[in-house]
């Protein structure tokens, strides 16, 4: 079997490849056992899964080759362009347009428009339609050979031709770009030509027109203002006086007798509804008077004043006190003979009392309904005079109104006149100075006036040249650049590893760095470069391997199978870092390759391929004769072997099982580097004999739809997954001053 290191520190490592191959950690990759290099980068930016920083990293992995491309791009792009662009000749004519119209005395009404509103109106009335149609309607435009190859010239003229004030200030500079350049002169000049007739030209006929219209609108007012003056005489005449305070004393007087009036007819028709209301009342009650109930206490009243009643109650007092005194008195017999006349008497006693009650109540009845009658005719006579006084009222109510209305629309109408009169003689002021003026002014000179004709320009455009060659050189440096970024981003390559946490949802249990390669290879050799690297590396890996320790103690995880999703993303590496860890710490490890189509730990550890797993899986060699020790203390391991169908068909009829418990009983630890989830089934079968299984994860490399998938295999299978480990970010290092680095060196 494999032969016992005692537990005490290593020796400083020989000067060798096979001696710094297992003291330094060699990142490897476990398909082709390439080095991989690269500076290595802290991620800062917290987690992510997309957005900028997705763009953002994937241009810090792929900006050496965008540079490149778009570095060789933009020089083919800018060489073509430049070799082959066609020269283009400019014409210009340029035109004053002033920024206030220069009047000869006044300013007229139609001349206060904004400089910048009229540079705006004007350059959209140089190149509107109508104008772009005449200019291109002249004969020796027609038949030119720029006009004739274009399906609709007037589009086509209208997106080329440019019109601009240049500094802002008062010249119109009209310019056309053509490849020839006696074309783009006679174009420029018809459209500035056609411009000038059809639009400057306008200007001075519209205010003529305008004069025209202000003579027209004068007449119409002075017509209408003769019309108001004759109906104002005629109404003062009607109403006997044209004097406004008159008029509006009369009407005062009128008012108030209308309003009294008014006030009057009011309480009369207030007191025909109250009459009216009550008349209902009693009207109601009359046709209920067969009804009409009769109260006790009325009736009692009624009955303490008839005589009648008045003689009979003494007599039925009296009665009732004999038949009580006989009860008490008498002897029985006697008081039953006495007592039965004594109530025979009673009883005729209130009969006689209780008929004349009703006799009372019919008599208290014929009583109301005569209240009642009496009640309703004095209503019904009170509503007639009311009646006769409302009718009065009406007729002198409306009189007063009439009058009332006659002075108020009289006056009203005389004040509207006057002020219509005084309107029309402000407006016809108006009118009339606006003419003078405009007369003046039409003197003057026009706002916009040529000042340069386009001439045939005589040398190319450089600048358009130049220019369009920048734009192909940036597109084509940028191209690449968007293309390849864009590209790597849907990749979804692992960044941080906070990536793994949010896309996978895997605990991350530890960082490793990146060495550079020339630091790697140097790693042995004493110096304050190299043990930096080295403390970062050990502490990485050490970390991780405390917590394998942890997870050990609790869950009894001695079996630990190393995987990524694909192959190339570090997992020999980590693998072979974890057992030499673990064997530092004083636990007896064995690391065994069960990558056996392409395994790397027998060129790691300069030990022959064979025999090994493969050997043992098809009962060729036993376990004891593959178990091989290395330098480095409690540690062991166990190569691949050579790989044939056997072995495979062994793996996955479960003979693997004895091989496991075999080692879980002589090993402490057993770390198992394992081939590929994704691509192979090899590890599958492997990771139903371990008790947990840590992926790789290899930073810019791992997808993360990759290692989403691999997880889930895991996952079906039954597997428990310790989490993972991404290479390439930064280690967390907590000691790393000079003097922890000499003791870690010791």
Known sequence: MAQTNENKPSPDPPSSTRAMTMQSPVLVDGQNGEWIGGPAFEDSSGPTSGGILAYLHALRRRWLIALGTGLLLALSSAAAVWFTHTPTYTAAALLRVASTQQPILFATAD???AFDVYKGTQMQYLKSRFVLIAALRKPQVAKLATVKQEIDPVAWLAERLSVSFPGNAEIMRVGLTSKDSKEVAALVNAVVQAYMDEVVDVEGSQRRQRLSDLDRIYTDKETELRKQRTDLKQLAKQLGTGDAGALTLKQQITLQQFAALRSEQASVQFQIMRANGELKVKQALRERADNLPVTEAALDALAQTDPTIVELLPRATKLRNLITKTEDVATPGVAARRVAEYREELEDVEQQTEARREELREDLQRRKLLAIDDEL???????????????????????????????????????MMRAEIGLLEGLMN??????????????????????????????????????????AMMAGFLLPFCGIVWWDSRSRRISSSAEVRRGVGLDVIGTVPVIPSGAMHNLPMPSKRNQHWRVKLDESVNSIAARLLHSADCHQTHVILVSSAVSGEGKTTLATQLAMSLARTGHRTVLVDFDLRRPAIDELFALPLQPGVSEVLRREAKLSEVVQPTQAINLFVITAGRWSRGGMASLANGDSKVLFETLRSQFEFVVVDGSPLLPLADARYVSQNVDGVVLSVLRDVSRVPRVLAASEVLTSFGVRILGAVVTGSAAEVYYRDSAYEEYLET
């Open 430 to 471: 108006n009118i009339a100075d606006e003419r003078q003026k405009l007369l003046i002014e039409l003197r003057s000179k026009p706002r916009i006036t040529l000042i340069q004709e386009a001439g045939i320009p005589k040398t190319p455009d450089r600048h358009k040249k130049v220019q369009m060659t920048v734009m």
């Open 377 to 415: 005719a004095q209503l019904q006579l009170e509503i007639a005079v009311l009646s006769q006084q409302d009718e009065q009222l009406k007729q002198d109510v409306e009189q007063a109104r009439k009058e009332a209305e006659q002075f108020g629309g009289s006056s009203i109408d005389v004040e």
């Open 111 to 113: 001349r206060s428009t």
